[in-house]
């Protein structure tokens, strides 16, 4: 906030109207203007710092009397000039990622001989890999740490956490606040669901700055599911009915026809697809094969169905578990 006083011995400081602005120091730049407000007969702005890059900015207030004519100012009531360094508040950083590793950091104290620093290993967040995936219907922990400059851990802190579901998902998006332990760490369990990116953030308090971690990527396997008929299939007999389904659950708008490719192998051979097929409104997805080629006898194949998923489907995609079917 800056305070600049403005006066006229005629007729008078205008009371409602009057601007503060600010440039990078020493530059020829355009002032910027700042919400700007008559208080009592001073000129009263309001800077957000944190919006700023860090530097040394100028001001200058330009004040109007009753009858509209202006005048300008940089200089303070001393003579110098009205300068401000940036960041004015302590700056803070804000690491997050998810859980399952240890996170080191380092820690500084004071002592006798100046700062003295440790590494510490809390209940750890790793904050390198930018992306997970987990399976379907499973939650995983997210959580991190929010430190200051100067002054190390900050506990007893609001960070909020931000998910933003994949487009297609139910929910938009869901937002949990979560307060600092005394180490300055913080840590909640996500909810099963579709993928999405998650963000924890800082909002700053008159003293400190705000704050963001970087976006990290959740994501989920589609759950898929495939059966067969029978575990034999005479060749030239009753074909074998492979069915299954894929869950919708999460989905905004299920609808029909996510493409399902049936796959198949023997010892020996890679993966390869035979059929494409397509879901119901329910998700379920049934195809009939009828073994009529001889060299079938007696080989043990293996199928699997795959969800690559579509435009809008808010899963990874993901295989079923292979079943067996052996020609006779």
Request: with cysteine; charged share 25%.
């Amino acid at each position: 906030m800056g305070l600049m006083p403005v006066a006229d011995a005629l007729s008078g400081p205008s009371p409602d109207r009057g601007a503060i602005g600010l440039r990078p120091a020493g530059s020829r730049a355009a002032y910027r203007q700042l919400p700007t407000r008559v208080v009592a007969g001073r000129l009263v702005a309001d800077w957000d710092s944190d919006s700023y890059p860090p530097g040394k900015y100028e001001f200058r207030a330009t004040g109007y009397d009753r009858a509209g004519n202006a005048a300008s100012g940089s200089d303070r009531a001393r003579g110098a000039k009205m300068v401000l360094v940036d960041p004015l508040k302590e700056p803070v950083s804000l690491e997050a990622g998810f859980g399952g590793r240890q996170l080191d950091y380092q820690r500084c104290e004071p002592s006798r001989h100046g700062r003295r620093c440790h590494r510490r290993r809390p209940a750890g967040f790793d904050t390198r890999p930018a992306a997970r995936t987990v399976p379907f219907g499973r939650g995983v922990r997210f959580g991190g740490r929010l430190t200051s400059s100067r002054s190390g851990a900050r506990g007893g802190l609001e960070v909020t956490v931000t998910e933003t579901y994949a487009p297609g998902a139910d929910l938009r998006q869901r937002t949990t606040l979560v307060r600092t332990a005394a180490d300055g760490t913080f840590s909640l369990q996500l909810p099963p669901g579709p993928s999405r990116d998650v963000t924890a953030s800082f909002a700053g308090t008159p003293t400190l700055t705000r704050a963001a971690s970087r976006t990290v990527h959740l994501g989920v396997l589609g759950a898929i599911r495939l059966r067969a008929s029978a575990a034999v299939a005479r060749v030239g007999g009753a074909p074998i009915v492979f069915s299954g389904s894929v869950d919708p659950t999460g989905v905004a708008d299920p609808g029909d026809g996510l493409p399902v490719e049936l796959q198949f192998r023997y010892a020996g051979a890679a993966w390869s697809e035979f059929r494409t097929v397509e879901t119901d409104g329910a998700g379920r997805f049934r195809y009939a094969y009828r073994f009529s080629d001889d060299d079938s006898r007696g080989v043990r194949f293996r199928f699997r169905a795959y969800a690559k998923g579509r435009e809008g489907w808010p899963y990874e995609p993901a295989y079923s578990r292979p079943v067996a079917v052996t020609g006779q």
